[in-house]
């Protein structure tokens, strides 16, 4: 498995080759894997919980071991995974520690709907758990893989963003020579409506004013996606901008979202700020915030950098005028 690299293109960096190429030979596997559904294997069967209570499927914990079993010899250290309750240790001497959702989306296994992996790369410390017990502005890398019509994967390492497709033919990893950026137009919100009446009133807010349309003060009219596959709506947002909305609400155990901050969020916002967006938590930069556990949870907000900050700004609003401003144009109130 390699890397090519588009013509006059920077080389992958040094210190970065060998775990790179590593994760690159899991994700050509398990997108042939993931190709194959149900000939495969019953990839999507229920095998247990993690420690937060949330479903493991067969792949989430097949590709899991595939990247542990991969990442020797590396220059990774400390591996951190959404599947395991704690941080492991792969290479004692490696200068490297590498966060990682190993299958993002799983519950799409069986509807043949795209997922994929995310990981972030940081400097390791001495002290396993304290190294990702930091912002994320100690990132070095990030990225996701894409496992669709194309395989795809998105990396930024800390200078703009890259795009490589799998050639299943050479088994190659070959960079598109267009640098991804996030559109600064775009007429898409995404978000799980279902739970609108759990959202605060900033969040309802901005939704209602999406969707008054034209008649509304956005003056415009929005579409709406959701897929809940958050690599799949990265994905998106990255080709043609928009935002995504997973706020925490007022239901037990989602009052910070259900959004891991260290696999997920962390390595997604580094992404997206690269290619010109913004990540936030509603309140402030989702890369400035510190988890206080490995596992940790956080609201997430994350597109088109206007948008962002206009979401911001809803929050930003004195409970009394958001009241005042829900109450006036809620297009969903009694």
């Not at 949330?54 to 220059?75: I, Y």
């Not at 972030?120 to 912002?135: H, K, M, S, V, W």
């Not at 979202?257 to 930069?285: D, H």
Request: hydrophobic residues 40%.
């Amino acid at each position: 498995m390699s890397f090519e690299i588009c013509h006059g293109g920077d080389p992958i960096p040094a210190p970065l080759v060998k775990a790179m190429t590593a994760l690159g030979a899991v994700a050509a596997d398990l997108s042939d894997t993931i190709a194959l559904g149900p000939l495969g294997g019953a990839l999507g069967a229920s095998v247990g919980n993690n420690m937060d209570g949330d479903d493991q499927k067969a792949l989430d914990l097949m590709a899991d071991d595939a990247f542990v079993a991969a990442l020797a010899g590396t220059g990774v250290r400390w591996y951190a995974s959404e599947e395991q309750d704690t941080v492991g240790e792969i290479d004692p001497d490696g200068t490297l520690a590498l966060a990682i959702d190993p299958l993002d989306g799983s519950s799409n296994i069986d509807v043949n709907v795209s997922i994929g992996t995310i990981f972030g790369i940081q400097p390791a410390l001495d002290n396993a758990e304290a190294t990702f017990l930091r912002c994320g502005r100690h990132l070095i890398a990030s990225g996701y893989f894409i496992y669709g019509p194309q395989t795809a994967l998105m990396v930024s390492f800390g200078s703009g963003v890259r795009q490589f497709i799998l050639d299943r033919a050479t088994r190659t990893w070959r960079e598109v020579a267009d640098a991804p950026a996030v559109p600064e137009t775009a007429s898409e919100f995404a978000i799980n409506a279902s739970n609108y009446r759990h959202w605060s009133q900033p969040v309802r807010a901005y939704i209602d004013d999406c969707l008054a349309g034209t008649d509304g003060p956005r003056g415009r009219n929005f579409n709406m996606r959701w897929v809940a596959s958050l690599v799949a709506e990265t994905h998106r947002i990255m080709t043609r901008g928009g935002i995504f909305l997973y706020p925490g609400d007022d239901r037990d155990g989602y009052e910070q979202g259900r959004l891991r901050l260290v696999y997920e969020c962390a390595p997604i916002a580094f992404l997206v700020e690269q290619a010109g967006g913004r990540a936030s938590t509603g309140t402030a930069p989702i890369l400035d915030r510190v988890p206080d556990h490995l596992h940790a949870r956080t609201p997430m907000i994350f597109g088109t950098a206007d948008k962002v900050s206009r979401v911001e700004t809803y929050h930003d609003l004195p409970p009394q005028d958001v009241s005042a401003l829900f109450g006036n144009r809620g297009l969903f109130r009694a």
